[in-house]
């Protein structure tokens, strides 16, 4: 089993910027990739970024450039530096980890961008 905890939501003007934080632990040496994945209100969620064990990094296109993935082994955390903040950014953020073909989620930590 794996636990992630997430942190660093808030309310951010355009333009601004957050760092998110996902901190797992339980099983950590099976955990194969980890992602960040986001749901605004009335839609789907959609896969922002993800990162490889092998520290492999790939973003959606509407995040290219802005948002950076990373990962501190020695915490067992990954971040999400998120720049230039849209609007259109604003969504429930979530932290997903995959070990042994099996999906964990953290509970969520919410993004505001807004004058």
């Known amino acids: 089993q794996v636990q992630l905890v997430e942190s660093g939501g808030g309310l951010v003007q355009p333009g601004g910027s957050l760092r998110l934080s996902c901190a797992a632990s339980g099983n950590i040496f099976r955990i194969n990739s980890m992602a960040w994945y986001r749901q605004a209100p009335g839609k789907q969620r959609e896969l922002v970024a993800t990162?490889?064990?092998?520290?492999?990094?790939d973003y959606a296109d509407s995040v290219k450039g802005r948002f950076t993935l990373s990962r501190n082994n020695a915490r067992n955390t990954v971040y999400l530096q998120m720049n230039s903040l849209k609007p259109e950014d604003t969504a429930v953020y979530y932290c997903?980890?995959?070990?042994?073909?099996?999906?964990?989620w953290g509970q969520g930590t919410q993004v505001t961008v807004s004058p």
């Open positions: 990162i490889t064990s092998e520290v492999n990094t």
């Open positions: 997903n980890a995959v070990a042994l073909g099996r999906a964990h």
